[in-house]
């Protein structure tokens, strides 16, 4: 399978407790991006890398979140001391640019359920 | 990135051709319209795109209005497995193009047998 992969599915944990989130985008995209879901919304963007440039983190929740890429690769998304209200799905996506299509049509993984308890 | 107008909800019955509507009254020139959409507990797929002209590909139409402040995407023969959260996104093919999409909360889809 090519696709854009993330590891774990699910994840518990308690709240205070700091989780770390993978994500391995399509091998020939150098775009990478990181969104929220809560229930009965659509994804919410939170930042992206070209590379391992992290080119937009304004988006970011809080200082609590942080991401990296740092081989333009795989990348990475951790919550320090998490709260019950990050309880959602976290999506990661890939996409290739400049694209010698007409679109950037991102590509995205299953995502990573989190419950803080 | 123009905001975008989509129902909450639709149904439609499985084997005919799935309407959905969006509007997007503010779009400028430079701006695509997109659709994703979301089958429950997967991440977004994408579907299709368009500036002005109407598109089709093998999942979908696009038929944007002249004035290309609304569009429909049509599901030719809706099947069960078309049941969805279907996303309207209006943003460029340049500049900010490739940057982070803006989702609304979509339209549920809900395909009838």
């Known amino acids: 399978d090519t696709g854009v992969s993330q590891d774990p599915r699910h994840k518990i944990t308690k709240r205070g407790q700091n989780v770390t989130f993978r994500c391995d985008p399509i091998?020939?995209?150098?775009?990478l991006y990181w969104y929220r879901q809560t229930l009965g919304q659509g994804p919410e963007f939170l930042t992206y890398?070209?590379?391992?440039?992290?080119?937009?983190k304004s988006r970011l929740l809080s200082d609590r979140f942080s991401a990296e890429r740092p081989k333009g690769s795989f990348s990475t998304l951790e919550i320090q001391r998490t709260e019950q209200g990050d309880s959602a799905m976290y999506l990661c996506?890939?996409?290739?640019?400049?694209?010698?299509?007409?679109?950037?049509?991102?590509?995205f993984g299953p995502g990573t359920r989190l419950t803080v308890t | 990135d123009a905001k975008t107008t989509q129902p909450t909800s639709m149904d439609c019955a499985e084997g005919r051709a799935a309407n959905l509507p969006c509007n997007h009254s503010?779009?400028?020139?430079?701006?695509?319209v997109y659709w994703y959409r979301q089958i429950h507990s997967q991440g977004p797929q994408y579907i299709i795109h368009?500036?002005?002209n109407n598109e089709t590909n093998e999942m979908a139409s696009l038929i944007i209005t002249e004035d290309r402040k609304s569009s429909t995407l049509i599901l030719p023969h809706a099947t069960l497995r078309d049941t969805a959260v279907y996303y309207c996104?209006?943003?460029?093919?340049?500049?900010?193009?490739?940057?982070?999409?803006?989702f609304g909360k979509g339209t549920h889809l809900i395909i009838q047998p």
């Open positions: 890398f070209q590379n391992e440039a992290q080119l937009e």
């Open positions: 368009g500036l002005k």
């Open positions: 091998s020939e995209h150098n775009r």
């Open positions: 996104i209006v943003r460029p093919n340049s500049g900010g193009g490739a940057d982070g999409l803006t």
């Open positions: 996506a890939s996409s290739l640019f400049p694209s010698d299509r007409s679109s950037y049509e991102q590509y």
């Open positions: 503010t779009i400028s020139g430079n701006e695509y």
